[in-house]
C-alpha cells in the first residue's frame, strides 16, 4: 500500500512570501505528526493531530506557523512571511496508535529554502 | 528527508559484527522511546520502541536496552549489514504528552 506522501518534494521561495507543504497520511491513520529537521540534527517536533483537532500544537516556533487538518486526513502545514531561519526539511508522520504503541510512518520530507 | 548528519559522531563496524549504538535521554518524566532509522534523502523508519515499565526488548537483529538510572537508552544490532548503513536517532516521549524529543543522531558505517 502506499505510503506517507508530502508535496511538493521541494520549495525555493523568497524571504516573506507565503508557502503551504502538504501530507498525505497512510489511510485509516488517525495520527498525524509534522517535524522539520535542520542539516544534522534530528526531526524536531513542531505539532500532532489526533484526527482534526491539534493536540498538542507546542513545538510550532511561533504565530506564523499553522497547520490544519480538516477532514482528519490531509493535512497542511502553513508558513506565513517566511524567513531564511525556516530553511529546513519539512517531515510529516502518520500512525495507528494502538496499545501504546506509535509506529509512526514518515513521508519523504518537503525541503524548504527560503532565499 | 534531511542529507543527514555531515558531523554527526560515527560509529564504524566490520560486516558481520555487533554494533552498539548509545543515546542519553534528557527529561526523567520520559516513559516512551524509539528507535529510527534514517538513510541518506529519506525520512527516519521505525526499528523498535521500548516503555518504561520495561528495560529491554528485543526484535529481529535489534536488541533496545533502557536504564532510567542514568537516562541512558542503547541500541544494539547483532550481525552487522551493509544495508545498516544510516544514521540512528533515539526519540523519547515526556509522559502525559504528545511530542518527540529525538536525540543528535549516531552515523553508523559498516565496513564490508
Known amino acids: 500500500g502506499a505510503g506517507v506522501s508530502q508535496t511538493p518534494s521541494n520549495k525555493v521561495t523568497e524571504k516573506g512570501k507565503y508557502v503551504e507543504l502538504r501530507c498525505d497520511p497512510i489511510s485509516g491513520h488517525t495520527a498525524l505528526y509534522w517535524y522539520r529537521q535542520s542539516l544534522g540534527q534530528g526531526p524536531e517536533f513542531l505539532i500532532y493531530?489526533?484526527?482534526?483537532?491539534?493536540?498538542?500544537d507546542s513545538g510550532l516556533p511561533n504565530d506564523r506557523f499553522f497547520a490544519v487538518r480538516p477532514e482528519g486526513s490531509v493535512s497542511t502545514l502553513k508558513i506565513q512571511r517566511t524567513e531564511r531561519g525556516d530553511s529546513a526539511v519539512y517531515l510529516c508522520a502518520s500512525s495507528l496508535i494502538i496499545g501504546g504503541r506509535d509506529e509512526q510512518f514518515f513521508g519523504p520530507g518537503t525541503r524548504l529554502t527560503v532565499l | 528527508g534531511e542529507s543527514v548528519g555531515l558531523h554527526l559522531p560515527t560509529l564504524s563496524v566490520q560486516e558481520g559484527d555487533n554494533s552498539i549504538i548509545n543515546c542519553a535521554y534528557s527529561?526523567?518524566?520520559?516513559?516512551?522511546f524509539i528507535w529510527y532509522k534514517q538513510e541518506s534523502g529519506k525520512g527516519p523508519q521505525f526499528i523498535i520502541d521500548?516503555?518504561?515499565?520495561?528495560d529491554k526488548r528485543q526484535g529481529q537483529r535489534v536488541t533496545v536496552l533502557l536504564n532510567k538510572t542514568v537516562k541512558h537508552l542503547s541500541l544494539q544490532i547483532a550481525a552487522t549489514q551493509p544495508g545498516d548503513s544510516a544514521v540512528y536517532f533515539c526519540a523519547e516521549n515526556p509522559s502525559g504528552t504528545y511530542k518527540y524529543i529525538f536525540g543528535t543522531g549516531t552515523r553508523l558505517k559498516v565496513l564490508a
Open positions: 527529561n526523567s518524566a520520559s516513559d516512551y
Open positions: 493531530f489526533q484526527g482534526t483537532g491539534a493536540a498538542d
Open positions: 521500548i516503555r518504561s515499565n520495561m
